[in-house]
């Protein structure tokens, strides 16, 4: 072999080897990217995949994503009264789903200075964090029905991502029960206060704030309505205006009313007539059974995406957002409309609760302020108009179409 030949030989031959070790080096990084990527074992991670996983429940067929569906705002996906659980997914529950949205800026339950209530979680409040929330569901007899702390931690041990677990709680977490519970809670505690799907604030009327878009001429008649003191007066309960940190409005300022709804007989538990669900004074919570001034007053929710809802208020005794508005500016004009006749064609008013509580009612604000042979606050156009403007309040608000879902991704 000529010496230039062995030369440019062995060239080809270095220029190969170093080539492949070019590849080989991509390769390997490549590989560690493609690792690095993979989400870490985190308390967000493991509170989603707990948020998600029926396996918890003994029926094997319910999670919290059964009954806080991401695709309706993290409510129920049905227009049902109560969703029911257990073992055979057959025992009925006692009031209506509530949406989770927002629920990260929620505060824990106590008496303003003039002893108006306010603050926690749940429909009464009963809960003081969304930790101490998540416990519920995962005991409840009509939900997942898991009786006892143990039974719970039992089935999160043999979940898919126990592993995880234990590298982000310690090897032996499983051994302290009441403590591997408590970490459960806590993951989902952050998941729902760090995903932003949870509280995207991404709706028409967060990009009308931000002066991204304009509402529409009804939308305004709407929202004129809706901030009107002698018309919707929807503010009083449900601020529309950003706080004073500039951050933008809920829709709840965490108190509670008393609507007087009536009586829904699709709660199989209303059977009993001798039942009443009173709220803030019972029967789930019993610390303030001796509030009697308290009893049937439920929590203001937000009205963030409360046209997604197919049931509404707590009893879930109306299915369309338009016949509930309209009971709140009928209730007192027309009764006839919403509650039972007597023998002598008198409607029986407030007959969800006790005779003796009917006095808790809200009968004097706006727009509840009216009598029979009045007129309503609204009529039906602006019925008509309010229902409107309440549909800008869906998260996943897309300029482009004009259109709002509530599971719309924020990367839109």
């Known amino acids: 072999m000529h010496l230039k030949s062995f030369h ?25 990217q493609a690792q690095s990527t993979t989400p870490p074992a985190t308390p ?34 049905n227009a049902l009264a109560v969703q029911s659980g257990g073992a055979f997914l057959d025992v009925p529950g ?21 002893g108006t209530p306010a603050g926690g979680f749940n429909r009464d409040g009963r809960a003081n964090s969304l930790l101490e929330q998540a416990e519920r569901p995962l005991l409840a007899p009509h939900e997942m029905a898991n009786g006892t702390h143990a039974e719970t931690v039992a089935r999160l041990a043999n979940a898919s991502y126990a592993d995880d677990f234990r590298r982000v709680f310690g090897n032996n977490v499983f051994d302290d029960i009441d403590g591997a519970f408590f970490r459960m809670q806590f993951a989902l505690e952050k998941y729902e206060a760090t995903d932003p799907g949870f509280h995207p ?27 009107r003191p002698d018309k919707g007066k929807c503010l009083g309960c449900h601020p529309s205006t950003r706080g004073s940190d500039g951050s933008p409005p809920v829709f709840t300022d965490y108190t509670y009313d008393n609507l007087g709804l009536p009586r829904n007989t699709a709660i199989a538990a209303n059977a009993d007539a001798a039942y009443y669900d009173l709220g803030l004074c019972g029967p789930f919570r019993a610390d303030l059974a001796d509030h009697t001034d308290l009893c049937g007053a439920f929590k203001v929710p937000t009205l963030r995406n409360v046209a997604t809802r197919q049931v509404f ?13 309209r009971f709140y500016v009928r209730r007192d004009t027309n009764p006839e409309q919403f509650y039972p006749l007597d023998a002598n064609g008198v409607a029986q008013k407030f007959n969800d609760l006790p005779v003796e509580f009917h006095k808790n009612v809200n009968t004097s604000e706006v727009p509840y302020d009216r009598h029979p042979g009045e007129a309503p606050r609204l009529n039906e156009d602006e019925i008509a108009d309010l229902v409107v403007f309440l549909q800008t309040l869906t998260d996943g608000y897309d300029a482009l179409s004009n259109t709002a879902d509530p599971a719309r991704s924020l990367n839109k």
């Open 8 to 32: 440019h030989t062995r060239a080809l031959r270095r220029a190969h080897n170093i080539f492949a070790c070019c590849l080989l080096a991509f390769a390997s990084i490549a590989l560690a």
């Open 44 to 77: 967000v991670a493991l509170g989603k995949a707990i948020f998600f996983d029926p396996s918890l429940s003994v029926s094997g067929k319910m999670s919290c994503a059964t009954c806080h569906d991401p695709a309706h705002a993290h409510a129920q996906s």
């Open 94 to 114: 006692f009031r209506a789903v509530p949406s989770l949205r927002y629920l990260n800026l929620g505060i824990a339950f106590h008496f303003e200075s003039d």
């Open 201 to 227: 604030f991404d709706s028409k009327y967060d990009y009308f704030l931000a002066g991204k878009v304009k509402l529409s001429a009804q939308e305004l008649r709407g929202f004129s309505l809706f901030n």
């Open 313 to 325: 208020f707590h009893n879930g005794s109306f299915t369309t957002l338009t016949d509930a508005i």
